[in-house]
């Protein structure tokens, strides 16, 4: 069974401009969690979409935006991008408690 | 609001030593509470998974245990390995629409 996939794997860009990652769950889980890990920050909540709508959003700006399609897979959009946005972005998926993480997306902002 | 605390920050021990990483939560109301491996720069691994209600689970050499009235979970790792040599996180789950709270980690390095 194949597991959680993101892609690209690596994202550069440059201040200002916008960044969209995206991520695929294993198959036959609905929710779709984002979460954003600076260095040194840890792991931080970013968004939860299940069923297709937005559950919960971390404490993070409007900026950060996303949805999820009707096959359950799901973008993250970063606009106006900061160079405090450099970090790795985690995708998980879950059907009913657990989550399973993929391999991440990591932005670079210069 | 949760937080949850992970000591020590950093670990470094000889192969074959049995160790204990410590996990600590604020508020006692969770669903249940993750331990996750992280190889640098990829994603997470889960470890084990404890459910509120349990005291504790076990997977090969390691052992999770589950102190929900005191805030504090233990990952203990028997026979250390090289190959066990990662960051080890862990995230607890509130009830309802929460998402799961990581601590910072710890980061385990085993000498050979």
């Known amino acids: 069974e194949a597991g959680v996939t993101q892609s690209p794997t690596h994202l550069i860009k440059t201040r200002g401009q916008q960044a969209t990652l995206r991520c695929s769950p294993i198959?036959?889980?609905?929710?779709v969690y984002w979460y954003q890990q600076a260095l040194g920050l840890g792991l931080q909540f970013l968004l939860w979409?299940?069923?297709?709508?937005?559950?919960n959003r971390g404490n993070f700006p409007p900026r950060f935006s996303g949805r999820q399609f009707p096959n359950y897979s799901s973008e993250l959009n970063v606009n106006a991008l900061e160079l405090e946005d450099s970090a790795l972005y985690l995708c998980a998926s879950s059907f009913m408690v657990e989550q399973f993480f993929g391999p991440g997306t990591r932005l670079t902002v210069l | 609001k949760q937080e949850v605390t992970q000591i020590p920050a950093a670990l470094s021990v000889p192969e074959g030593e049995n160790l204990v990483l410590n996990c600590s939560f604020t508020?006692?109301?969770?669903?249940?509470l993750q331990w996750f491996r992280q190889d640098p720069g990829k994603g997470l691994t889960s470890l084990l998974l404890?459910?509120?209600?349990?005291r504790e689970q076990t997977s090969g050499r390691l052992n999770a245990s589950l102190d929900k009235s005191s805030g504090r979970s233990t990952l203990y790792i028997a026979a250390s390995q090289p190959g066990d040599s990662a960051t080890y996180l862990c995230a607890v789950l509130g009830s309802g629409n929460t998402p799961l709270v990581f601590g910072k980690g710890t980061r385990l390095s085993v000498i050979a």
């Open positions: 979409y299940d069923e297709g709508e937005e559950r």
């Open positions: 508020d006692s109301a969770i669903y249940n």
């Open positions: 404890i459910q509120s209600s349990q």
């Open positions: 198959s036959g889980h609905t929710s």
